[in-house]
Every structure is written in structure tokens, then in C-alpha cells.
């Protein structure tokens, strides 16, 4: 079934996209990511122009992520004040990438700057967390006791400004949530994505937070921002389009629910690796894209003058 979108000015097969937006929804819940990372490539590979791609995206991580926090505010796994802290950040850092978007799609060079950060972000994090993660399994099969160790003191343990987490169990500076959060607003504005995939890792291997308040918060804090990006993108650059933002929004609640309660029954060390192998996968399809000779090749010449 065809339809087709005004704003993106394509038509595309409206089954196709609620299948895509179910499996980044469940992909959310699972993993406590926004999935923008798989569905705004996807929704290029299905010719949708990159502008569009991003800023409706995060309409969908909106749904899918507010979905998803419900599902765990069930089992109390949302830590409110550090989701706050990790919001107010990222509301500054958004206001900031949209404007770089802005800029670097006057330029005519949003695909080449989007496809490359997402080689970059993903090809890192997800080698990162893929050998942390294969260690640590390692460990708990040869039964060596604390399989993964938070680290009680560091740097940021000497930092002003205090404060204490109370669900986290974490007395920590709130500077470091708040850089986090700005990071995450640039990226989430940029690249449309809710950046789960730098978020989690972050709070887990920086921050020290408890894994199962982890994918909670994460979704906490991607909602907020998505939503943000997504008006800004609306107001400033016009590229948000609506009717591919509901079809895909009707997906994602769906998969997040459903992500949701597949959750309780991983242990940390298996949601964690399955992430970083869907991570690399990702990265490798579009390092592919961006590096290989496409089969119609073509070029633009100036003529001379009339």
C-alpha cells in the first residue's frame, strides 16, 4: 500500500514503515535507546531525504521513548533527578545542533556529515562496549566475584557541586550529567537520534548507575530532548513531516511495550552485548554506503552560459 508524504515529497509503502517503527519501538524498550541510530539510515536507504530523515525521526523516539518509561516507572527503575539533570543539559545542547544542522544544510553536506558521524559514534561505542561486555561475561562464567565493579572513586568523585541520587545510589557532581546531557542534545539534533547509544554506556561506565535504572532513565531523559529537536526542526528548518511521523509513532509505542517486558527476562551482561553487536552491524552497513562505488554513477557539470 502506497501513500505518499507531502513534506519528504516521496511515496513509500505504508506497511514497510509500521513494520520499521514496531522493531525500533521494541529495539527502545529493550535496550533503552531511542533507535533513532537504525531508523533514520533506514528511512534513507528508503529514499527520504536526510533533512526529513532526522528531524521526524525524533518524533517517533518521542513516542516510542515515552512508551518505554511507563513501562518501567512499573517496576520504579527511573531515576527522576538525574533524568532532570541529563534533560537540562541536553535542552541547551539541542538548541545548539539544530542550529549547526541549520548551517551545514546550507552548505549542501547534512548526508556526507551525517553519515559520518554515525560512523564515527557507533564504530566507537560499540567496540567499547562489545569487549567490555565479552570480558565480563568471561568473568562470570570462571564465578570471579563483583563481574562488573562500579568505580567508587574517580575524578568525578572530586568534582563541586554534589548531589545525591538517591534510586542511583550515587553521591556524585551534577556537572557531569549536565555535560552528558548537552553532548546528547547536539547529537540528538544533528544526527536524529535520541543517543542511547553513547547515553547508556556513559551512565554506566562513567557515572557508575545500576543498569536496571539505566534503560529508564535513558528513555527519561531521550524524551524530553526528542521532543524539543523535533519542535525546533518544525520552526527553523521546516523538514518535520507529520504524516510519517504518525505512522511511525503508531509503530514505536507498540515495539516499546512489547521491548519492554522482553527486558526483565536479560541479564545486564546480555542486553549490553546485544546492543553493541546491533551497534557495529549498523555501523559496518553504512561505512559500506558511504566508502563503496554506487552502481549508477553520475555527475553534474556547469554549461556554458546562455
Not at 519492554?260 to 553504512?286: F, G, M, N, P, Q
Request: overall charge positive; proline content about 4%.
Amino acid at each position: 500500500m502506497q501513500i505518499f508524504l507531502p513534506i519528504a515529497d516521496v511515496p513509500v509503502n505504508l506497511i514497510v514503515l509500521l513494520v520499521l517503527g514496531v522493531g525500533v519501538g521494541f529495539l527502545s524498550g529493550v535496550f533503552g535507546i531511542g533507535g533513532g541510530f537504525l531508523m533514520t539510515p533506514l528511512l534513507i536507504l528508503m529514499g527520504i531525504p536526510t533533512a526529513v530523515a532526522v528531524a521526524t525521526e525524533a518524533n517517533q523516539i518521542t513516542a516510542s521513548s515515552f512508551s518505554g518509561v511507563l513501562a518501567h516507572l512499573k517496576r520504579r527503575a527511573v531515576d527522576f533527578k538525574m533524568g532532570n539533570i541529563l534533560v537540562i543539559g541536553g535542552l541547551f545542547g539541542s538548541a545548539l545542533g539544530v542550529e549547526i544542522f541549520r548551517i551545514i544544510k546550507n552548505y549542501g553536506q547534512i548526508e556526507l556529515f551525517v553519515s559520518g558521524c554515525y560512523i564515527i559514534f557507533l564504530g566507537s561505542i560499540g567496540i567499547l562496549m562489545f569487549v567490555e561486555s565479552l570480558s565480563t561475561i568471561k568473568r562470570s562464567k570462571s564465578h570471579q566475584i563483583n563481574t562488573f565493579p562500579r568505580k567508587k572513586h574517580n575524578w568525578i568523585h572530586g568534582l563541586p557541586f554534589k548531589i545525591k541520587f538517591k534510586t542511583s545510589q550515587l553521591y556524585i557532581s551534577a556537572l557531569p550529567p549536565l555535560f552528558l546531557g548537552f553532548v546528547i542534545g547536539i547529537l540528538a539534533s544533528i544526527m536524529g537520534v535520541g543517543g542511547g547509544f553513547i547515553l547508556i554506556p556513559a551512565m554506566i561506565y562513567v557515572l557508575g548507575m545500576p543498569t536496571k535504572v539505566v534503560i529508564g532513565t535513558s528513555l527519561y531523559q531521550i524524551m524530553f530532548i526528542t521532543a524539543f529537536t523535533s519542535f525546533m526542526h518544525a520552526t527553523q528548518n521546516k523538514t518535520v513531516d507529520l504524516l510519517l511521523a504518525f505512522i511511525l509513532i503508531i509503530g514505536g509505542v507498540v515495539g516499546a511495550q512489547l521491548g519492554a517486558r522482553v527486558t526483565v527476562r536479560l541479564k545486564a551482561e546480555e542486553i549490553r552485548i546485544l546492543l553493541a553487536i546491533i551497534v557495529l552491524l549498523v555501523c559496518l552497513k553504512l561505512a559500506l554506503d558511504l566508502f563503496l562505488v554506487p552502481n549508477d554513477i553520475f555527475s553534474l557539470t556547469y554549461g556554458a552560459s546562455h
